[in-house]
């Protein structure tokens, strides 16, 4: 059964306004793992008794410790899962994927619909019909986006086309290197890299 409101407040809850900034340098220590945490708990309670503040208990402390723990290691986690599929993240990769991932979403709700023989709650409906249209919307702002990623490519390249013609014709009709950027910048909008 899961506990309902915020529950018992444990010691580094209670802590004042002005302990604060020796509780920040505290969870900056745990997660540098440098110490003990026993330790850093002797050091923060030192910080404290100085600003005539009572302590933190050893139990508080460790259950921050643990979850502060936990937290870390999902990051950790949640980075070398990314770092592997980094890689792949091009803006024609992301569309691909934001196309599949839209296309099993669809699958899988229609998989909840059909398992629900009683049918579902109006609330349970419109959840799905949210989740289904955000799925489509995704993958329509994806295929809007893949289109503006390769007008602006075409256009890049038909604008890297022009201005190596027109610094052929420019060359051909013995043209200085000048008069040709000052062609590429009126007509094209090319400015030369200093």
Do not use: C, Y
């Amino acid at each position: 059964m899961a506990r309902e409101g915020r529950g018992r407040l444990s010691s580094l809850d209670l802590l004042p306004e002005e302990a604060q900034d020796d509780l920040v340098w505290a969870l900056g220590q745990l997660n540098e793992r440098k110490r003990t945490q026993a330790d850093i708990l002797f050091e923060l309670n030192d910080r404290l008794e100085a600003k005539s503040v009572e302590g933190v208990s050893k139990s508080a402390f460790n259950r921050k410790a643990v979850a502060i723990s936990r937290a870390a290691a999902r990051m950790a986690e949640q980075r070398a899962i990314f770092a592997g599929v980094a890689d792949h993240l091009s803006p024609e990769n992301i569309d691909q994927g934001n196309v599949a991932l839209g296309e099993f979403l669809k699958t899988l709700i229609a998989e909840i619909v059909s398992r629900h023989e009683d049918g579902l709650s109006p609330k349970e409906a419109m959840e799905l019909a949210r989740g289904f249209q955000s799925a489509v919307s995704a993958q329509q702002i994806s295929s809007k986006r893949r289109s503006h990623v390769e007008a602006e490519r075409e256009a890049r390249a038909n604008a890297e086309k022009t201005a190596a013609a027109v610094g052929a014709v420019a060359q051909k009709a013995g043209l200085s290197a000048a008069t040709v950027d000052k062609l590429k910048s009126e007509i094209l909008g090319i400015q030369r890299a200093a």
